[in-house]
C-alpha cells in the first residue's frame, strides 16, 4: 500500500490526478464510486476540473459499489440519487454509462450479474473507497468472506440507527442493501481508499499496518497490488 499524507486539500488534488492521468491515457476508462462524505470533496475537484476542459469523462463508464434495497433511484436516499446530484450531473459523463446496484435486486444470484456487467465492461480500471470505523468497504462488515462477490447484506442494527437521521423515522431505514463483494473491489486494477479526521485514525492504522483479516475487511487491501491510500493528517495521525 502506498500512502500518501497531506492536508484534505492537498490528497483531494492529489487524486484528481489521478483520474487526470488515467481519462487522459485511456478515456474509456471504468471507474468504481463510492457514496458519503468521504468522497465529496473529490467530487467536486473533478467536477471543476471537468468544467475546466482539464478532464473529460466523455467515454468513461462508471460502477458504484452501493444501493439500498427498496429505494428508488428517485428517493432522496439512494446511492443513485447521491451520485447524481454530487457528481454526474455536475460532469460530462453518459447517464446511461453510470451503473448503481438495483435496489430491487431479489437474491444473490441476480446481484452477482452486476460483476458480470462489469467483467463485460472490461473490469474496474481505479476504484474508489472510503472505509467505515469498523473498516467496512461497501456495505462488507467484518466477517465477510474473501470471495464474496456483488451480494445482498443485512444492515445491523447499529448501521440502520446510524442512518435514521436521513429518514422521517427508524422504520424508512432499509434493512436491507446490496454491495459489491470484497472479490468484487480486489478484481479492481487499481484502488485509492480515501481517510480523514480523528475518527478514522484507529481504523486506518489497523488497515494499513495491522495484519490483513476478514475481522477487518479494509485490510485485506494489502494483499492488492496497487492500492493508495490519501490520508488527511488526522487520519494518519496513529500510523508510526
Ligand atoms: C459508500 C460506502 C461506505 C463508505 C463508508 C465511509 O458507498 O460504501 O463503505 O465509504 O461507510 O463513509 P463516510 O465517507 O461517510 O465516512
Not at 62 to 87: A, K, P
Not at 162 to 188: C, Q, W, Y
Amino acid at each position: 500500500m502506498k500512502v500518501i499524507v497531506g492536508t484534505k486539500e492537498e490528497v483531494v488534488r492529489k487524486a484528481a490526478q489521478r483520474y487526470v492521468e488515467l481519462l487522459n491515457r485511456k478515456p474509456e476508462a471504468v471507474l468504481g464510486l463510492a457514496t458519503g462524505s468521504t468522497p465529496l470533496d473529490l467530487y467536486a475537484e473533478l467536477a471543476r476540473l471537468c468544467a475546466e476542459g482539464k478532464l473529460s469523462f466523455a467515454k468513461a463508464k462508471s460502477f458504484n459499489l452501493d444501493e439500498y434495497i427498496g429505494l428508488e433511484g428517485t428517493h432522496d436516499q439512494s446511492y443513485r440519487y447521491f451520485m447524481d446530484h454530487n457528481l454526474f450531473e455536475h460532469i460530462d459523463i453518459r447517464p446511461e454509462n453510470t451503473h448503481v446496484p438495483s435496489g430491487f435486486v431479489k437474491d444473490d444470484a441476480e446481484a452477482e450479474l452486476y460483476d458480470a456487467e462489469i467483467a463485460a465492461a472490461g473490469g474496474v480500471d481505479l476504484q474508489l473507497l472510503g472505509i467505515g470505523n469498523n473498516g467496512h468497504i461497501g456495505f462488507n462488515e467484518p466477517l465477510t468472506p474473501f470471495t464474496s462477490l456483488t451480494h445482498i447484506v443485512k444492515l445491523t442494527e447499529s448501521t440502520r440507527e446510524a442512518n435514521k437521521r436521513f429518514f422521517n423515522s427508524i422504520d424508512e431505514v432499509p434493512t436491507h442493501a446490496v454491495t459489491m463483494g470484497i472479490h468484487t473491489v480486489m478484481l479492481a486494477k487499481s484502488i485509492i481508499l480515501m481517510a480523514f479526521g480523528t475518527g478514522k485514525a484507529e481504523i486506518i492504522k489497523a488497515t494499513v499496518e495491522g495484519r490483513p483479516t476478514i475481522s477487518v475487511p479494509a485490510s485485506l487491501l494489502q494483499l492488492h497490488e496497487d492500492v493508495e491510500v490519501y490520508l488527511d493528517h488526522d487520519a494518519a495521525s496513529l500510523l508510526s
